[in-house]
């Protein structure tokens, strides 16, 4: 049997990932989807590495028995009607990951509270005025989503003082957070915390979670951090919200249609931080250890890491 890696990858993304996996995988053999070898047929494939596949390509693999994704949500193949749901799927839980995404969190908490954007704007101005500095212990933020990256961004942030509460679907206990679950939770969550991290998988439960009504249940002059899916945001009512003072800023890496139009309002609007995306890059020297394993629990006969429930979309 081999593995076939599938994946809409740039020329540098596949000279990253192609010598990564190979040597993560030698006792593997390795197929590239668009380069397969004289005589491959999909027949021959029980594991698929994916980032991006081709819709349909994944149910025409009879012996498929696992689906492997490179990157960290899986929306997008779940939106896939032709994706085989009696196969395996495994998401990618990368600790180098969860440690990328608490330094963002952290750098767009700290950003926020210290006023640097604000900084940034008077340093065009040549306006030198001292904000007033407040404590991190003064300071209450919210996290949304206490997965592997979201907990990474609850804790890093306590570590540095600040007040965190996490939120999410089903309980979780997490050391040193206040933690909360359920709808009804949710409002009492957003109307106490000055600062809102968005780290929510994008499911039907979750995507348009920050429209109208949700960005009025926070805290009036509150600030929000987008770190999951632009699926999350209803992009006119946030500006909304930001026009009426509802909200102060936004910090926003994600997006509904990305690239990010060169027209799009947010690029030039005083009250928006624009990310491309990067908050916690997938880096194929770690990843390609986690497929690893996975692989190599399939071939043991144990179960592989980071399986997704396909009815609750992560």
Not at 114 to 140: I, S
């Amino acid at each position: 049997m081999s593995i076939l890696l599938a994946a809409d990858f740039t020329a540098a993304e596949w000279a990253a990932w192609w010598p990564a996996l190979r040597a993560a995988l030698p006792a593997e053999t390795l197929v590239r989807e668009g380069s397969e070898p004289a005589g491959f047929q999909l027949t021959d494939v029980d594991i698929a590495l994916v980032a991006n596949p081709p819709q349909g390509l994944l149910a025409r693999m009879p012996s498929l028995r696992l689906i492997q994704s490179l990157w960290a949500g899986v929306d997008r193949l779940l939106a896939d009607a032709s994706l085989p749901r009696d196969v395996l799927l495994a998401r990618m839980v990368d600790p180098a990951m969860s440690e990328a995404i608490a330094q963002t969190a952290l750098w767009a908490v700290l950003s926020l509270h210290r006023r640097y954007f604000d900084y940034a704007a008077q340093q065009q101005r040549r306006d030198w005025q001292q904000l007033v500095q407040r404590r991190a212990d003064e300071v209450a933020v919210a996290v949304l989503g206490l997965g592997e990256m979201g907990r990474a961004a609850a804790l890093r942030l306590a570590d540095n003082g600040y007040r965190v509460a996490g939120w999410s679907s089903r309980p979780v206990q997490l050391a040193r957070i206040t933690t909360f679950s359920g709808t009804t939770a949710l409002a009492s969550v957003l109307g106490q915390s000055e600062i809102v991290v968005n780290l929510l998988p994008l499911t039907p439960a979750t995507r348009g979670l920050f429209g109208a009504s949700t960005l009025m249940q926070m805290r009036r002059g509150a600030s929000l951090v987008n770190l999951g899916r632009g699926g999350h945001v209803v992009e006119p009512d946030l500006l909304n919200a930001l026009a009426t003072g509802q909200l102060r800023r936004a910090v926003l890496d994600v997006f509904a249609s990305e690239p990010l139009a060169r027209d799009h309002a947010f690029w030039t609007h005083p009250q928006i931080s624009v990310l491309p995306h990067i908050a916690a890059l997938t880096d194929p020297r770690s990843a390609a250890q986690v497929v690893a394993r996975n692989v190599n629990a399939l071939r043991s006969g144990a179960p592989p890491a980071h399986l997704v429930e396909h009815a609750r979309g992560y």
